[in-house]
């Protein structure tokens, strides 16, 4: 089977991340960029990045809304007058429908994230359509579309998984720069490592989660966001950067 392990293969090692994703079965062996053949790019509605030659970037929130971190950010996007993609999971959905609708309500595009945050390759067919559409349907309750993005937990998706997507007329969606933030790193140590790294079409991957250590990465907004803009970045929607629709 084709799995999708999206980190580097240290990070499969440390005991930290293995104990809070559940991941038992790590082939240490497995590390970005060689997981996966690169033609599901052609085949499917997939992509990693946005494309080179535009000064955009997009920023991607996964695993909201939650009633803490998702207040902050939106309060800084405001702020910076920058826009972002927020990856949300059914259940907290249903546990903070008002911040669903003030993602929303400020110019912001949702994506699906599946419900409980499964990992997708080791679920049923049926069980992962249900994931998909039980959020869609929460999504579309609260505000008024069925979301074009998806992107799968950990980024694990089988092929056969990925071509049921693209049949749904979803785009799913990786991550070209990921901030790894859910190790509780400092808004520094985050900052430096997007400046570092961040190119013309980025995708970067930051969480908004409960009992995660996030501050540090809500505070790096306060850096990233404006330092870039002085480059003359645009931060868009993942939609605005694909030219496409935020719903389906
Ligand atoms: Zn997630």
Excluded: C
């Excluded at 079965?25 to 030659?53: M, Q």
């Excluded at 579309?145 to 056969?160: L, S």
């Excluded at 901030?179 to 980025?202: C, F, R, Y």
């Excluded at 501050?215 to 850096?223: F, I, M, P, T």
């Amino acid at each position: 089977m084709n799995y999708f392990y999206p980190y580097p293969t240290y990070l499969y090692n440390d005991l930290r991340y293995r104990k809070s994703y559940g991941y038992d079965d790590i082939n240490p062996f497995l590390s970005r960029g060689v997981w996966t053949p690169f033609t599901w790019v052609e085949k499917y509605h997939y992509a990693f990045s946005g494309p080179f030659d535009q000064a955009a970037i997009a920023l991607t929130f996964d695993d909201g809304p939650d009633p803490i971190f998702t207040p902050h950010i939106l309060d800084k996007l405001k702020t910076y007058g920058a826009q972002a993609t927020f990856f949300l999971l059914g259940e907290n959905i249903e546990k903070f429908p008002d911040i669903v609708k003030r993602i929303a309500a400020e110019g912001h595009v949702i994506g699906n994230h599946t419900y409980a945050h499964p990992n997708l390759p080791q679920v049923s067919d049926e069980d992962y359509h249900q994931q998909i559409q039980k959020t869609d349907a929460l999504i579309e309750q609260l505000v008024g579309y069925k979301p074009k993005f998806f992107r799968p937990p950990y980024g694990a998706i089988r092929e056969d998984q990925l071509q049921w997507a693209t049949e749904q007329n979803m785009m799913v969606i990786q991550w070209s720069l990921d901030t790894l933030d859910w190790q509780g790193l400092s808004a520094k140590h985050i900052t430096e490592a997007v400046m570092a790294n961040a190119l013309p079409g980025s995708i970067i991957l930051q969480h908004n989660a409960q009992g995660v250590p996030l501050q540090g990465s809500v505070d790096a907004l306060d850096q990233i966001i404006p330092q870039l803009q002085e480059k003359a970045t645009r931060f868009v929607t993942l939609p605005e950067m694909f030219h496409l629709d935020k719903a389906r």
